[in-house]
């Protein structure tokens, strides 16, 4: 496992932008498949984006063209840059480690580690 932290959240009127950032300990962390999920009160975690170890990533159909996710293998940072952002958007959003396995076309991850989580709030 890793420890995660992110860090970026906040308050940000709708269109506007932020950047996600999170920080994993450990040297491990090339070998691990990355991911941002979201939660919504009363519901559980979905994904908002992944990346694989080879850069290979996947996105909600809700966020795609809008955000990106990224690494950085030498700082062990993982990042989710989020434009023209959305009410729907609010939530809480989790870094998250694991896995990932190629399946008809797609990847799925196996989370393995989360962060504490960072909550989002996009104003109308």
């Known amino acids: 496992q890793v420890q995660l932290v992110e860090s970026g959240g906040g308050l940000v009127q709708s269109g506007g932008s932020l950047r996600l950032s999170c920080a994993a300990s450990?040297?491990?962390?090339?070998?691990?498949?990355m991911a941002w999920y979201r939660q919504y009160p009363g519901k559980q975690p979905g994904l908002v984006a992944g990346?694989?170890?080879?850069?290979?990533?996947k996105y909600a159909d809700s966020v795609k063209g809008r955000f990106t996710i990224s690494r950085d293998n030498a700082n062990n940072k993982v990042y989710l840059q989020m434009n023209s952002l959305k009410p729907d958007d609010t939530a809480v959003y989790y870094c998250?480690?694991?896995?990932?396995?190629?399946?008809?076309?797609?990847?799925?991850?196996?989370?393995?580690?989360w962060g504490q989580g960072t909550q989002v709030t996009v104003s109308s």
């Open positions: 990346i694989t170890t080879g850069g290979s990533t």
């Open positions: 998250a480690a694991g896995s990932a396995t190629s399946y008809s076309g797609t990847y799925y991850f196996q989370i393995d580690s």
């Open positions: 450990g040297s491990i962390f090339s070998r691990k498949s």
